[in-house]
């Protein structure tokens, strides 16, 4: 028995959104990738839209209507995360300037060796520079693709034939 039409595309999106961040976490932690200003950015869609699809997905069958409010919601959060890494993914392609402040957290010391202590141990990541290329994309360009794809997808749901509710 397949699902119905009302839940197939937002919940093909929320896999595929949990799929991302999951992967992004990975590169980060098994990877030994680390992030950069644009990227952790980049994840608040993931942390803030996710949720609202969950819940759209769970209430689809007792409140349509909000589920479909819902998957409206979750996709616009994705859709303006596919602007914020589309930025990303241009200024990697040097189609323009990253953010001058991308590259280092601050650190506050009290005299010069501890500044000196913090400079050594201290991997600026910047935004301009892609750390890895798979299939001819970065991690931003994934993201981007990644977003836009959660975006219509969810949104997709909105349009599903009433009489294909659970």
Known sequence: MSAPAAIRAPGLA??????????????????????????????????????????????????????????????????????????????EWKLWEGPSDCGGAPTVVSNAADLMAAVKNTRLVSCSDAPISLFGLSFAGWDTLSMLFVGIMSWRGIFARRDALI
Request: aromatic share 16%; glycine share 16%; net charge positive.
């Open 14 to 91: 929320f896999l595929a959104g949990l799929f991302a961040i999951t992967a992004a976490w990975g590169f980060e932690i098994i990877g030994g990738y680390l992030p950069c200003k644009l990227c952790l950015q980049e994840r608040m869609f993931y942390y803030a839209g996710l949720p609202v699809l969950l819940v759209g997905l769970l209430l689809s069958a007792r409140m349509p209507r909000l589920s479909r409010l819902l998957y409206f919601v979750g996709g616009g959060i994705f859709l303006a995360g596919t602007i914020l890494a589309g930025y990303h993914t241009g200024a």
